[in-house]
């Protein structure tokens, strides 16, 4: 199993300053808010996964669609007189990746898959679960943040690099924050690199409340499980009872918002540090953006950091985009 530690995630102990601070940081603002990075552990996640297989959760279905009704087609665009690298950024479980692989190997290119993500576990396992797919697919996992990865790959892994930011996970930044992250992604590039990357597209907000209020309540369990995870990580005494998930669309800026709403006035302890903080009967908290763009936007977004728009993939119900940029 081949990959290098450029960095890693904290162990518990030098991680749990940093969510303390964040966290005491974000319930001592007005409004309240906490980081939706924090919603991964392990329980989160495994909630995640089974979001993602909902009926009324389109994004990695669709995605998925795209990959399967188009591969050929985003495969064609990227030039064969060299060396690739399928360099992905957060891969997950692969799921929509191993669609592309499978056709890069049946079309002979020559590549090699790099993912990179910031747990070492999410690599191994995923490393080890592509030898067993494909066992004759070259593959080499970075563990380090997003930035320094792709420098590294730059520097030690000659050929075109082909960078993927699939599902919506630019959705989580705002539109600002969203050109910086793409700005950094363009400077650890060669020019005419390629980045892939997924953006969920602006609907009928009917579809959108249904996605983020799913039926089987497992949006809400996502949500008020990172107040399990400060009650057991900081020492806290949430009741996730009193909190209700509340999911809704802001037309004006073109995002979902999840907000977390007190049902009552009532006083949270953070016993280790002797911090309380108190909440009124229906103050929200909010938890996270996930912003939506329209096919002009991906553009606009492209033109700001740097990159050209190559072509664009949709699914068939045009929910979400896959866009092929070039760095210029």
Known sequence: MNYVVLSEEKNEKEHVPI?????????SSNPKRLPSKFFYDDEGSRI??????????YPTKCEYNIFVNHKESIISQIPSNEKLNIIELGAGDGRKTK???????????????????????????????????FPKLKTYGVVGEYSSGL???????????????????????????????????RKSLNRNDFLFIGLDLKKEISVLLKAYNDSKGLTSQFNLNLLERINRELNADFNPEAFQHF????????????????????????????????????????????WKYSAQESFDLSEQSQFGVVEHFTDSKKYFLNALWKAL
């Not at 590294?152 to 050109?179: H, I, Y």
């Not at 802001?250 to 909440?279: A, C, H, W």
């Open 151 to 185: 420098q590294w790959v730059r520097d030690k892994r000659p050929g075109k690099n082909v960078v993927l930011f699939l599902g919506s996970n630019l959705g989580n930044f705002s539109q600002e924050k969203a050109v910086v992250f793409l700005k950094e992604i």
């Open 247 to 290: 999911g809704t669309y802001n037309p004006i800026k073109g995002t979902m918002e999840s907000y977390l709403i007190s049902l009552k006035n009532q006083k949270v302890s953070f016993k280790s540090d002797n911090r309380v903080f108190s909440f009124g009967a229906f103050e929200p908290i909010h938890t996270e953006y996930s």
């Open 99 to 133: 669609v592309l692989l499978d056709e890069l190997i049946k079309s002979k290119r020559e590549f090699e898959y790099i993912p990179i993500d910031i747990s070492r576990y999410a690599i191994e396992g995923l490393l080890k679960d592509l030898s067993e797919t």
């Open 48 to 57: 995640f996964s089974d979001i993602t297989n909902l009926e009324e959760y």
């Open 19 to 27: 969510f303390k601070k964040e966290v005491f940081e974000g319930l």
